[in-house]
Structure formats: C-alpha cells, structure tokens
Nanobody
Framework: QVQLAESGGGLVQAGDSLRLSCAVS????????MGWFRQAPGNEREFVAA????????YYADSVKGRFTISRDNAKNTVYLQMNSLKPEDTAVYFCAASWRVLPTTDKLYNYWGQGTQVTVSS
C-alpha cells in the first residue's frame, strides 16, 4: 500500500512563495512518476506539474510554467512543489499523486493520491 501525505500549505499574499512537500511511503518511490494537481471550489481538479521517476523529466501546466518548480528527492521519498509569484487564482487544495505511467498529465492515470493541502493566496 502506497500512502502519500502533503504538507506546506497555508495562507500567503500575492507575490509570496510556498513550498509544498509530499512524503510517500513504500520502497519503490523511484518507480513512480509523481504529479501535483489542484482543485478550487466549484472547479474540477486540474493538472499542475509532473516529474518522472528519475527526476530527469518534468512537465507543467501553462498557468504555472515559469512560476512553479516540481522536484523530487528519491532518497527521502519526497516530491516538492516550489511555488513562486503566487496569485489569488492559485488558491486551491493541492494534491500529490503517484503513477506507474511515464509523466502523465491526466488525473485518471494516477494510481495513488494524498489527502491534499490548502493553499490560499490573498490579493
């Protein structure tokens, strides 16, 4: 059983930065591609960023490209999302997810999910 636990969310002002972390249980962390998704009230869950198992490949949604950076530390079984220049429209619950597939950007292709962490950006 793979378990994921996000942390690092909070309330910040526009222009601030936050770093989210996602700790993953299990001994095969490097076999999983990891992704971050977010869901704002009344909206569907949307893709934010993904990283391959080795960390060598990444992919971002256009809305966060240049502001967010996904990374992973396979020795610590942890994936990160560094969020800079935050905007009020980034307000959402952020979820991390693990997938057996290579760099998926669709939530249906992810096998395991965390419970989410709230990020609120005030204007």
């Amino acid at each position: 059983q793979v378990q994921l636990a996000e942390s690092g969310g909070g309330l910040v002002q526009a222009g601030d930065s936050l770093r989210l972390s996602c700790a993953v249980s299990g001994r095969t962390f490097s076999n999983y591609a990891m992704g971050w998704f977010r869901q704002a009230p009344g909206n569907e869950r949307e893709f934010v960023a993904a990283i391959s198992g080795s960390g060598g490949r990444t992919y971002y949604a256009d809305s966060v490209k240049g502001r967010f950076t996904i990374s992973r530390d396979n020795a610590k079984n942890t994936v990160y999302l560094q969020m800079n220049s935050l905007k009020p429209e980034d307000t959402a619950v952020y979820f991390c997810a693990a997938s057996w597939r290579v760099l998926p950007t669709t939530d249906k292709l992810y096998n395991y999910w965390g419970q989410g962490t709230q990020v609120t950006v005030s204007s």
